[in-house]
């Protein structure tokens, strides 16, 4: 009677024992290698490198305990006042440009690129607007909030803190200077 040997489903027939063996310690010492490697790294884990997988455990700051923003507040010459936020002004989300174009708007360091800036704020906000009465004044607002962190929400966007007035300037100031 002839021996035959019958491959079940799933294994390898002509696998040697011995060989595979030495491809699961060779495995094994590259992970371990890489792991040894790649764990100094603050921020990655042995594989990946999101911090939420760090072998670090993540430090969280407390929130401080008041934050502030400026506010837009302009005045039409029908009297009507608008409250525009500076991420509004441009059209595309760019937000740390549009609150750049604010503070260059009401900083006195830079003449030229101050009265630049705030043609460019009185345009983009007569677009914004579209109203029928022209701008008459547009005053920048630092407004600051208490932060409550186990409050829901943290912070009361309808009660601030303190409001300080940065600086203003009207449409005259503009055609003064061309």
Known sequence: MENKTTSEPGYASNSNPLQALRLIKIFLLIVVLGMFVVGKRKSTWP???WALYSGYSA???PPEPSVSAIELRVYTTTG???VVKPEQVLTLPRDSLAHDIVEQAFDNEDVSLRD????YLMRAISNLL???SD???IQAWKLSYQVEPLEV???QLQAPTSEVMLDSFSREDIAEKN
Do not use: G
């Open 47 to 49: 594989i990946v490198s």
């Open 59 to 61: 430090r969280f700051r």
């Open 80 to 82: 009507d006042l608008h």
């Open 116 to 119: 630049a800036s705030r043609r």
């Open 130 to 132: 579209n109203t029928n």
């Open 135 to 137: 701008i008459k004044t």
């Open 153 to 155: 929400p943290p912070i």
